[in-house]
C-alpha cells in the first residue's frame, strides 16, 4: 500500500475520533474523558474503512480506467447524442421542479429579490444574479399585470439555471468521451448527475450556488482542456476558459479569491520553468497574462454592475467568520478572566450582544452585530485584540474552529442540518424548501404539481431519513466531498509528469474559503458534487502524462 493511502486512512480516522471527541465535549469534560477509549477504537475502525474504500477505488480503476489518459479532440461527442444527453439529465429534473413549482424559495434568493424590489443593491450578493433574479420576476409580473396570466417569474429563472446546469453537466460528459473512457463510466456519471437528488433539488432553487458550480465546472473543464490541448485548438479554449472563469467571479467572490490564488502560483511556476524549459514557461506566461486579464476585467464588470445599481460595498464581516468566532467564543468561556481593557477592545469590534449570540457551527449570528465601521476605521486593532486573544487562550481559538468547520471532516456530523436551529424560523434540516418570500405578497403562490415526488425529495431535504443509514449518511455528508475533493487534487498535485496541478489547485484553493466561509452547507460544497466523477477519473486514470501529450516532451 502506498504511503499516501496509509497517511491519508490515518487522517480520516483521526478526524473522526476527533469529531466524536467534540461531540463528546459538549456534554462535558466527565464524558469527554470517559469516551476517550471509544474514541480511539474509532479512530482505527475509520482508518481501516478508508484504507478498504481506497483499495476498492484503485482497483476499480485499474479495470475500468485506462492506464495512460489521453485527451482526444477528434472523438467528439456527436450533436444528437449531445443533446440526448442533456434532454435526459433535463427531463430527469422536471418531476422536482413540478413538486416546488415555480422554484424553492431559499436562501439568498428572498434578500437578494428585496433588494432588486426596493434598489437597495450591495455587492455581499453577486449584482449579476441579483438583476438576473430580478429580470424574472418582473417577467412574471409583466405577465400578470399585460396579459392576466398568473405566472410566478422563478418559475423562469428555475427553467434556465436546469437548462444551464444540465449543459454544463453535459460538457463534462463530452470531456470524458473525449478521454476515451468506457461507457459504463459514461453511464454511471449520467446516472450521478440525473438521480442524485441534491442535483436536481439544487437545479430548481433560486440560491446563485447553482449557477456558479456551473460555471465552476466548465472552468475546471476549461483548464484541464488547455493543458492537454496543443495546435489550432488552444485559441478557442483560452477564450471559452475566458468567459467560464469570468462568470464564475460574477457569480460568487470565490471564484474571485481562487483566481488570484492561481495567478500567484502561475508566476512563481513561469519563473522555475524558464529556467528549465522555455516552452512550457511560455504556457504558464500565457496561462497567467489569461488568468490576470480575467481578473481585471471583473474588477471593472463589478464596478460597472455597483454604479449602474448604486449598490453600496459590502460588509467586512463575511472575510472574518473564523477570527470573529475564536474571539466570541473566549467571551463566552472566559468573559470572567477577561481584563477591562481587553473587554473594552473588543466589544469595540463585536458588541456584547453579538457575543452572546455566538454558535458554534455559524457565524451570523455574530456577524450580524459586527462593527464594520469600526474595523473599517481601524483594521489594526482588531488584529491586536485578536492576536492579544489567540496568545491568552489558545484553547478557545482552536475550540471554536474546530467546532466551526466540524462539517468539512466529521463523517457523521449533522451540523449542516441545524445551523439555523433556536434562531432563523428555527428551521432544520439537510435543505431549505420550504421558505416564501414576504416581500411579493400574494403574487407569489407554491404550488405542488407532484405531491409524492415532493413527499419523496422532503424526506430527504427535511426529514433527512438518509441519516437512519450510515452508508447513506455518509455520501450525502459534506465532509465526504471535502474529503474525496482534497484526496484527489492532492494525488493529482503531487504526480508526476502532469500538469493537472492547475485546475487541482484551483479546487483546492475554493476547498480553503469553504472551510473559512461562514458555515458548512451542502449549497456551498455542492461544486464538489458536481466535479466528483471527474476528479475521479483523473485520479485514478494511470500516470495522466500530461506534459508528453501537450508539450511532446
Same mark, same amino acid.
Given at each position: 500500500? #502506498? ?49 478498504? /474504500? ?24 456527436? #450533436? ?91 460538457? $463534462? ?11 459504463? @463510466?459514461?453511464?454511471? &456519471? ?21 449557477? /456558479?458550480?456551473? /460555471? ?45 490564488? %492561481? ?5 512563481? +511556476? ?18 497567467? &497574462? $489569461? ?25 467586512? +464581516? ?9 474571539? +466570541? ?11 477591562? #481593557?481587553?473587554?473594552?477592545?473588543? =466589544?469595540?469590534?463585536?458588541?456584547? #450582544? ?30 491586536? @485584540? ?32 441545524? =445551523? ?70 492532492? $494525488? ?35 461544486? /464538489? ?9 483523473? %485520479? ?14
Amino acid at each position: 500500500m #502506498k504511503k499516501s493511502v496509509v497517511w491519508a486512512s490515518l487522517l480520516v480516522g483521526a478526524c473522526q475520533a476527533l469529531g466524536f471527541a467534540m461531540e463528546k465535549l459538549e456534554q462535558g469534560k466527565g464524558a469527554l474523558f470517559a469516551s476517550l477509549p471509544l474514541c480511539a477504537a474509532m479512530g482505527v475502525l475509520w482508518a481501516a474503512g478508508t484504507a478498504l /474504500f481506497f483499495a476498492c477505488a484503485r482497483l476499480a480503476g485499474r479495470r475500468l480506467l485506462p492506464n495512460v489518459l489521453s485527451y482526444d479532440p477528434q472523438n467528439t461527442l456527436s #450533436k444528437g447524442r449531445f443533446a440526448a444527453v442533456w434532454a435526459v439529465l433535463f427531463v430527469s429534473w422536471v418531476p422536482c421542479w413540478l413538486a416546488y413549482f415555480p422554484a424553492i424559495y431559499s436562501y439568498d434568493g428572498e434578500p437578494q429579490l428585496i433588494q432588486y424590489t426596493t434598489g437597495a443593491f450591495d455587492n455581499h450578493h453577486p449584482l449579476l444574479h441579483t438583476l438576473f433574479l430580478g429580470a424574472c420576476y418582473d417577467l412574471g409580473r409583466f405577465l400578470q399585470d399585460r396579459w392576466g396570466v398568473f405566472l410566478d417569474g422563478m418559475a423562469f429563472y428555475a427553467l434556465v439555471q436546469m437548462l444551464f446546469l444540465s449543459f454544463s453537466f453535459t460538457c $463534462g460528459i463530452s470531456f470524458l468521451f473525449h478521454c476515451k473512457v468506457r461507457k459504463g @463510466i459514461l453511464a454511471a &456519471a449520467v446516472c450521478w448527475f440525473a438521480l442524485f437528488p441534491v442535483h436536481p433539488l439544487m437545479a430548481v432553487t433560486t440560491t446563485k450556488d447553482t449557477f /456558479f458550480s456551473a /460555471f465552476f465546472l466548465l472552468t475546471f473543464l476549461g483548464l484541464s482542456r488547455l493543458v492537454l490541448l496543443k495546435g489550432p485548438g488552444r485559441f478557442r479554449e483560452r477564450v471559452l476558459l475566458f468567459l467560464f472563469a469570468l462568470g464564475m467571479m460574477l457569480l460568487r467572490k470565490n471564484g474571485v479569491y481562487l483566481a488570484a490564488g %492561481t495567478c500567484l502560483v502561475l508566476v512563481f +511556476a513561469w519563473g522555475i520553468a524558464r529556467l528549465k524549459k522555455r516552452e512550457i514557461a511560455r504556457f504558464f506566461g500565457g496561462l497567467f &497574462a $489569461g488568468t490576470a486579464l480575467c481578473v481585471m476585467t471583473f474588477v471593472f464588470c463589478d464596478a460597472g454592475l455597483m454604479a449602474a445599481t448604486g449598490a453600496r460595498q459590502g460588509e467586512a +464581516a463575511e472575510a472574518l467568520s473564523i477570527p470573529i468566532q475564536q474571539m +466570541a467564543r473566549t467571551f463566552k468561556s472566559n468573559q470572567n478572566s477577561l481584563t477591562a #481593557k481587553e473587554l473594552e477592545s473588543l =466589544v469595540r469590534y463585536i458588541p456584547q #450582544k453579538g457575543l452572546e449570540n455566538y454558535r458554534p457551527s455559524i457565524s451570523d449570528g455574530v456577524k450580524l452585530y459586527f462593527n464594520n465601521e469600526e474595523f473599517a476605521r481601524d483594521p489594526a486593532g482588531f488584529v491586536r @485584540i485578536w492576536l492579544s486573544l489567540l496568545v491568552k487562550y489558545p484553547g478557545s481559538y482552536g475550540t471554536a474552529f474546530l467546532y466551526h468547520t466540524m462539517g468539512s471532516w466529521y463523517l457523521t456530523d449533522t451540523s449542516h442540518c441545524m =445551523v439555523y436551529k433556536d434562531w432563523w424560523r428555527d428551521r432544520t434540516g439537510y435543505f431549505i424548501t420550504d421558505a416564501v418570500p414576504v416581500f411579493a405578497g400574494d403574487f407569489v403562490r407554491k404550488e405542488n404539481l407532484c405531491p409524492r415526488v415532493r413527499d419523496f425529495y422532503e424526506a430527504i431535504a427535511t426529514d433527512c431519513i438518509h441519516q437512519r443509514f450510515l452508508p447513506l449518511r455518509i455520501l450525502f455528508s459534506p465532509a465526504f466531498f471535502c474529503f474525496c475533493t482534497a484526496f484527489c487534487c492532492l $494525488g493529482l498535485c503531487l504526480r508526476r509528469h502532469s500538469l493537472y496541478w492547475i485546475p487541482a489547485l484551483a479546487v483546492l484553493l475554493y476547498l480553503a474559503t469553504v472551510v473559512a466561509g461562514p458555515c458548512i452547507l451542502v449549497r456551498y460544497i455542492y461544486p /464538489f458534487m458536481a466535479l466528483l466523477p471527474f476528479l475521479a477519473v483523473l %485520479t485514478l486514470s494511470g500516470q495522466n502524462r500530461v506534459l508528453e501529450t501537450a508539450f511532446g516532451s
